[in-house]
């Protein structure tokens, strides 16, 4: 911390020290029937808590007290005035803004047949009222006041959409086991059938013995390397290529071979007509 700082921290706690304090005066609850009678009056001491206040459905409960310097009981118009309903039972609490006037004067109506937001969801546990003040001028002021039974809170109207976002049991994924290698015997026995069309064929051509003169002739041989290319392509795809791999490169091998094919098949007719 820096000097500056330690003396602003400083500062704030002498002028905190020396601050003044804040009380209310001619306070007063009255609670009201719907009728208008009066079911209740009595002035609020902060020296003695006043008795539990009971409010019907449609009672209307009235408090009235005046903010003031507690050292020279002149009204005070603070900066913040809440008066603060707290369920020790659930946690919840409410916060409702009184007006004050510049006389310190304030008055707050809490009507049961029209309870403002503020008021937190009651129970059969009564709220703890308190008023909270806060001033430039003098030390902040939490004043407890009373406890207040309300009549309990209607519960909440359900949602029609509120079933779609409870909680879900967990889904289970069942997923099908690794496919297994079939014996060795087997795929031996079944590249053994692959190949033997190729080893017949290899032996009736011996047998027969062909002549194949330019088969690797400058015109021939591209056509025949073309084969061999997508034979290859064709074993690679087996192995180890997929779908769209061996399409983009088939097409590639398809179309060398088509031009190579053109030109070895003229290459050949050229031939036997006697023109070369």
Not at 86 to 110: H, M, N, R, Y
Not at 199 to 224: D, E, K
Not at 250 to 259: D, K, N
Request: charged letters at 15%; a positive charge.
């Amino acid at each position: 911390m820096g000097p500056l700082s330690f003396f602003s921290v400083l500062l704030s706690l002498v002028v905190a020290a020396h601050a003044g304090q804040l009380t209310i005066q001619s306070s007063r609850l009255t609670v009201q029937g719907s009728d208008g009678s009066q079911l209740r009056s009595e002035p609020i001491s902060l020296a003695k808590r006043a008795d539990p206040v009971t409010l019907g459905a449609s009672d209307t409960l009235k408090f009235t007290f005046q903010v003031a310097d507690k050292d020279t009981e002149k009204g005070v118009q603070p900066h913040q005035t809440f008066l603060r309903f707290f369920d020790a039972t659930t946690g919840e609490e409410g916060i409702q803004p009184v007006k004050v006037a510049s006389s310190g004067k304030a008055k707050f109506e809490l009507n049961m047949a029209k309870p403002p937001s503020s008021l937190p969801p009651s129970g059969t546990a009564p709220l703890r009222v308190s008023l909270l003040l806060g001033s430039f001028a003098h030390a902040p002021a939490t004043l407890d006041l009373f406890d207040l039974h309300v009549p309990p809170s209607a519960p909440a109207p359900v949602h029609p959409d509120e079933a779609l976002y409870r909680p879900r049991p967990p889904l289970a994924h069942t997923f099908r086991p690794d496919p297994k290698l079939p014996p060795r015997p087997v795929s031996a026995l079944f590249t053994a059938l692959v190949l033997a069309p190729w080893v017949v064929l290899l032996g009736l051509w011996g047998a027969v013995r062909p002549r194949v003169p330019h088969l690797f002739s400058l015109s021939v041989l591209p056509f025949v390397s073309s084969l061999v290319l997508i034979e290859g392509l064709l074993f690679w795809y087996w192995v180890e290529l997929r779908l769209g791999q061996i399409s983009l490169y088939g097409s590639g091998a398809a179309a060398f071979a088509v031009l190579t094919g053109k030109q070895a098949l003229a290459s050949i007719s050229a031939r036997r007509t006697g023109r070369k």
